[in-house]
């Protein structure tokens, strides 16, 4: 059983940064790609960014490439999203989520384990 804690939300202007990070319980390194995931008010949710076990890969939705970076430090078992030039659509709240797979996958059937969900709200 893996349980991931997220933090690092908040509100911010429209322009600005913040920082994601998603606490695991157990160490992920071995066995599960990470990924993020965001539900818009009103809107299904959709995948943001996933990254490989060993944080050698990535893959963005085209809404955040270039705005938005994933990483992890296995060390720590954690897992962060810089997010840069923020808008208001990329308000939503913001899940982690831990897949037992080798490949970087998209679909969120996939993901076996899910943190709570952090909200993000930017302002105009």
């Known amino acids: 059983q893996v349980q991931l804690v997220e933090s690092g939300g908040g509100l911010v202007q429209a322009g600005g940064s913040l920082r994601l990070s998603c606490a695991a319980s157990?160490?992920?390194?071995?066995?599960?790609?990470m990924a993020w995931f965001r539900r818009a008010p009103g809107k299904e949710r959709r995948f943001v960014a996933a990254i490989s076990r060993s944080g050698g890969s990535t893959t963005y939705a085209d809404s955040v490439k270039g705005r938005f970076t994933i990483s992890r430090d296995n060390a720590k078992n954690t897992v962060y999203l810089q997010m840069n030039s923020l808008k208001p659509d990329d308000t939503a709240v913001y899940y982690c989520?831990?897949?037992?797979?080798?490949?970087?996958?998209?679909?969120?059937?996939?993901?076996?384990?899910w943190g709570q969900g952090t909200q993000v709200t930017v302002a105009s």
């Open positions: 989520a831990a897949a037992p797979t080798t490949i970087l996958v998209l679909s969120e059937g996939l993901y076996n384990y």
């Open positions: 157990v160490r992920t390194d071995s066995n599960y790609v």
